[in-house]
């Protein structure tokens, strides 16, 4: 089956930038299955909630709306690859950042709907 992989983590100061990529390995495209691909993170001690999502292959992009004014969610068919570029990041982003892939489309950001998980990414962003 398909297996996101994460990449792009790292540290970086408060008003820095990151762009995080999302491979959505063992990914055939033209045998008919979609999927929505999702970014959800966990700050330390904090539960585990969803950033951004889209439609692999399609165009529909979802937001948590807190974030949707520094986040943007791409994607590369070419490359099966979902990106999340983050701007003007915060302390309060640190957090380890995970892809998920869930059969179908217009999943958003119900981590329900999501079967597989990457191993995650840490991002830690500094005063």
């Known amino acids: 089956q398909v297996q996101p992989v994460e990449s792009g983590g790292g540290s970086v100061q408060a008003g820095g930038s990151l762009r995080l990529s999302c491979v959505l390995s063992?990914?055939?495209?033209?045998?008919?299955?979609?999927?929505?691909l999702a970014w959800f993170r966990q700050p330390p001690g904090r539960l585990r909630v969803g950033v951004a999502a889209?439609?692999?292959?399609?165009?529909?992009?979802y937001y948590d709306v807190s974030l949707e004014d520094r986040f943007t969610v791409s994607q590369d068919n070419a490359k099966n690859t979902m990106y999340l570029q983050m701007n003007n990041l915060k302390p309060e982003d640190t957090a380890v950042y995970f892809c998920?892939?869930?059969?179908?489309?217009?999943?958003?950001?119900?981590?329900?709907?999501?079967?597989?998980w990457g191993q995650g990414t840490q991002v830690t962003v500094s005063a």
């Open positions: 063992k990914y055939l495209p033209g045998t008919g299955d979609f999927y929505s």
């Open positions: 889209l439609n692999f292959g399609g165009r529909s992009t």
């Open positions: 998920a892939a869930g059969r179908g489309w217009n999943h958003g950001l119900d981590d329900r709907k999501y079967h597989t």
